[in-house]
């Protein structure tokens, strides 16, 4: 029999993408269904005086015309995470509504939505909904909103914080080892707020069934079940067995398809208000103005090296943008997901961090692939190269000098680290070395010599970093502060044919999940690929699952998959055992069959499950079918990591960075199929390498968006990035039955800092020491100029 895991099996659901038979939500269309256009704040902060949708109304075409003043304006969508403050204060929590009422608290936040029989009449008539603002002062910097005097997002609190944060060691441990330290380097920068930009606008289709008192929401979420639950539970007050959440095709989701958006709640209580369907599908404006928002820190960091170059202690002070609104997962982000990871690769004994979460006037900020860990990364990969730029060290030697040393998790214990976590497995010099042979560094560095003796500036930079994935259990993040849990669902169901259907709570959107589940299952239970279908994105036809987000499907749903596998085969051994006339001890399970140990006797698994459902001869007692759920809570993260490696060249005239290789080592633990991880690993260095260079969302002062299309806020092409080289050791995760870490969000939190650090390195001979992302050609021809 064939075996699949560890095989590069193409994507059996590119079939359908390939001939453009996708069934995303735009595509859905339904009887009756009506469009929707909404009518959005040219304002970034802003009282409303009046709004007048009396010649709206009017319009031709027009079905409906809602604003906060009707019966929606007493609904708001939740936050799924409360972080307090250090001194105990509660997390400060506004209500985000569906549609602004008296205030307007970031560009533009919706007033009115207007419904009607086409998307084109919509816009039409949205244009003549007449408001009267009052303009106010806004912020957008995360560090000026907590000065005295900025202007409040929220009235009702005397600062902008919605709460503060830190974690680590003794704040006065830590400054005084800093005192004392033989050398400290300082950065101080802000990590640029980005905008997601899926293929895919968010797209939702709400449906009220008058007959059956129900709704289906269609939407391009990331996690079905999650929206039902904060739809229902905490913006609506719809009992959940009276919605179905249904998310086919997605078109990339980078986190921002995560959260629940007011939308999604505004359209389904306007369905019941009208009786038909209603679709809104985002243009690319509106992408960018109301899309959740990624990064957004304010940093400044100093870290202390001994004469030797060991790292004694590392402080960090940041001020974290949270937006207007707290969005669904918004605290965890610069708290549980970031600070936990402060640690990095380094066995560095002290240290601190200290966040202040803001409220700005912008659009909310929450997880972006990665979510938390980039930034981390960026921070630490960027002050250990400073440092060794500072003290004349070879980047891989201050690296390798601070390296934890190996371990499995088995034979030698989990790192406990000073901030929280304990890492479960890890051999940081192996991707590192194996990073530096696939450049051939010894030659590079000869290589760039000759370069600079002719003018030519060539530099390298690398990064090693770690991530927490498949985020630990649900107890854990429980208390800290979590509304939700964080399991996920397997369902196994065999056919009386011995065809197997599985349902998976976790959600595809470009990852390739209908490949890879089917893989392992197939290997599991010894049968052919194409025996094997995976569902998913249906609340009714799926249990309760959390979704896809921080590389968590194959750890935590695969692992949930692979508990009802087992429960199949310990069912199907007793089924066998009868058939056989034998006792299960003396029975093995391979290749599709089981058989009495040392004889020929076998009876296939295709036997058995159609025995299952044909019970005539049958264990006595024994229940009739093979059909199981699990589900399966992690015990811990799992902790991918690696060594990203970038060579540029900058044009001394012009300062335009060309990325001429990227190296990328990575380690994420047992591979289930190695082009879909490389293909992970390569679209996430395209997006680390589009933050390094040439992503930026920019408001200017009055909280006007200035980057908000494509002629402003510029996109990696093609020809922005090399043939990305990948390889991998692999350190099997030791708490999952796959022994997988999860590849999804790896290139984009190891490539960023590599990028910029080659950028410093190849103008460090003229006294570059740092510059600030995104290095465009102006900011770069600036430093070599200075």
């Given amino acids: 029999m064939e075996k699949f895991i560890g095989k590069s099996v193409k994507r059996r659901e590119d079939a359908r993408f390939l001939k453009g038979a996708g069934k995303y939500t735009d595509d859905i269309k339904l009887p009756k269904m009506t469009q929707s256009a909404f009518v959005r704040s040219p304002y970034a902060h802003a009282k409303i005086l009046s709004v007048d949708i009396s010649e709206a109304e009017k319009a031709e075409g027009v079905v409906a015309v809602f604003t906060a003043q009707d019966g929606c304006g007493e609904y708001g969508v939740p936050c799924g995470w409360q972080v307090d403050f250090k001194n105990g204060e509660t997390m400060r929590e506004p209500q985000h509504p569906l549609l602004a009422k008296e205030k307007i608290r970031h560009l533009g936040e919706a007033v009115a939505i207007v419904i009607a029989e086409s998307l084109e009449l919509a816009r039409d008539a949205a244009e003549l909904v007449e408001v009267e603002y009052e303009e106010l002062p806004a912020v957008t910097d995360p560090k000026k909103a907590m000065e005295e005097g900025a202007p409040l997002v929220h009235d009702q609190w005397p600062d902008n914080a919605a709460f503060d944060w830190c974690i680590g060691n003794d704040r006065a441990d830590v400054e005084a080892a800093l005192a004392t330290a033989h050398h400290v380097t300082e950065v101080e920068y802000h990590n640029q707020r980005l905008a997601p930009n899926a293929m895919e606008p968010r797209s939702y289709i709400a449906d009220y069934d008058v007959n059956a008192d129900k709704w289906t929401l269609y939407t391009s979420t990331q996690n079905p079940h999650l929206i039902r639950l904060l739809l229902c539970a905490f913006a609506l007050g719809i009992p959940e067995h009276k919605v179905r959440v249904v998310s086919y095709d997605v078109g990339g989701g980078f986190g921002s398809k995560i959260y629940h958006y007011t939308e999604e709640a505004l359209l389904t209580w306007a369905s019941k208000e009208i009786g038909r369907p209603i679709k809104w599908t985002s243009d690319r404006s509106e992408a960018f103005l109301t899309d959740a928002h990624g990064r957004d820190h304010v940093v400044h960091s100093r870290m202390g090296f001994d004469k030797d170059g060991k790292i004694v202690a590392h402080l960090t002070d940041e001020f974290c943008g949270l937006g207007a609104y707290l969005s669904t997962f918004a605290p965890a982000v610069p708290t549980y997901l970031h600070g936990t990871l402060f640690q990095g690769v380094y066995t560095t004994p002290l240290i601190h961090l200290n966040v202040t979460a803001p409220f700005t006037h912008t659009v909310a900020v929450d997880a972006y692939r990665g979510a938390g860990r980039p930034e981390a990364t960026y921070l630490l990969e960027r002050i250990i190269s400073k440092g060794a730029q500072e003290m004349n060290m070879d980047p891989t030697e201050i690296r390798l000098k601070n390296f934890i040393p190996p371990f499995d998790g088995v034979e030698q214990p989990g790192y406990q680290t000073q901030v929280a976590l304990q890492y479960d497995s890890g051999n940081y010099h192996g991707v590192l070395k194996r990073g530096l042979e696939m450049l051939g560094y010894e030659d590079f560095r000869k290589e760039q010599k000759e370069a600079r003796e002719n003018g030519r500036l060539l530099g390298v930079g690398f990064s090693t970093y770690i991530e927490g994935c498949g985020i630990a259990p649900s107890a854990v993040v429980g208390a800290l502060g979590a509304r939700a849990g964080l399991y996920e669902v397997g369902q196994v169901r065999v056919q009386p044919t011995g065809k197997v259907s599985v349902y998976t709570g976790a959600h595809s959107h470009g990852q390739g999940h209908e490949t890879v589940f089917a893989q392992f299952v197939a290997d599991?239970?010894?049968?052919?690929?194409?025996?094997?279908?995976?569902?998913?994105?249906?609340?009714?036809?799926?249990?309760?699952?959390?979704?896809?987000?921080?590389?968590?499907?194959?750890?935590?749903?695969?692992?949930?998959?692979?508990?009802?596998?087992?429960?199949?085969?310990?069912?199907?051994?007793?089924?066998?055992?009868?058939?056989?006339?034998?006792?299960?001890?003396?029975?093995?399970?391979?290749?599709?069959?089981?058989?009495?140990?040392?004889?020929?006797?076998?009876?296939?698994?295709?036997?058995?499950?159609?025995?299952?459902?044909?019970?005539?001869?049958?264990?006595?007692?024994?229940?009739?079918?093979?059909?199981?759920?699990?589900?399966?809570?992690?015990?811990?993260?799992?902790?991918?990591?690696?060594?990203?490696?970038?060579?540029?060249?900058?044009?001394?005239?012009?300062?335009?960075?060309?990325?001429?290789?990227?190296?990328?080592?990575?380690?994420?633990?047992?591979?289930?199929?190695?082009?879909?991880?490389?293909?992970?690993?390569?679209?996430?260095?395209?997006?680390?390498?589009?933050?390094?260079?040439?992503?930026?969302?920019?408001?200017?002062?009055?909280?006007?968006?200035?980057?908000?299309?494509?002629?402003?806020?510029?996109?990696?092409?093609?020809?922005?990035?090399?043939?990305?080289?990948?390889?991998?050791?692999?350190?099997?995760?030791?708490?999952?039955?796959?022994?997988?870490?999860?590849?999804?969000?790896?290139?984009?939190?190891?490539?960023?800092?590599?990028?910029?650090?080659?950028?410093?390195?190849?103008?460090?001979?003229?006294?570059v020491t740092d510059l600030q992302m995104p290095l465009t050609p102006q900011r770069v021809w600036k430093a070599m100029q200075n």
């Avoid at 039955?737 to 650090?757: D, Q, R």
């Fill in 524 to 767: 599991k239970l010894g049968i052919p690929m194409d025996d094997v279908e995976i569902e998913h994105g249906d609340t009714e036809q799926v249990a309760f699952g959390m979704g896809t987000y921080g590389s968590r499907s194959l750890a935590v749903g695969g692992s949930a998959i692979v508990k009802s596998i087992e429960k199949i085969l310990e069912k199907g051994a007793k089924i066998a055992a009868h058939k056989l006339e034998a006792a299960e001890g003396d029975l093995e399970y391979a290749e599709g069959k089981w058989t009495v140990k040392g004889t020929d006797k076998s009876v296939s698994f295709g036997d058995v499950s159609l025995t299952a459902y044909v019970p005539h001869d049958y264990p006595e007692g024994l229940e009739p079918g093979l059909d199981f759920s699990s589900f399966y809570d992690p015990t811990n993260f799992t902790y991918p990591f690696g060594t990203h490696i970038a060579v540029v060249e900058v044009d001394p005239d012009t300062g335009k960075v060309d990325l001429k290789r990227f190296v990328a080592c990575d380690d994420v633990g047992n591979v289930m199929n190695p082009m879909i991880v490389d293909g992970q690993i390569q679209g996430g260095v395209a997006q680390g390498v589009g933050q390094a260079l040439l992503e930026e969302v920019v408001y200017d002062e009055g909280g006007q968006m200035i980057t908000g299309s494509y002629m402003d806020y510029a996109m990696p092409r093609a020809d922005d990035l090399p043939m990305i080289e990948t390889d991998r050791t692999v350190t099997p995760c030791p708490h999952n039955p796959l022994g997988v870490k999860g590849a999804g969000e790896a290139g984009a939190i190891g490539s960023t800092p590599a990028v910029v650090n080659a950028v410093v390195d190849a103008l460090a001979h003229l006294g």
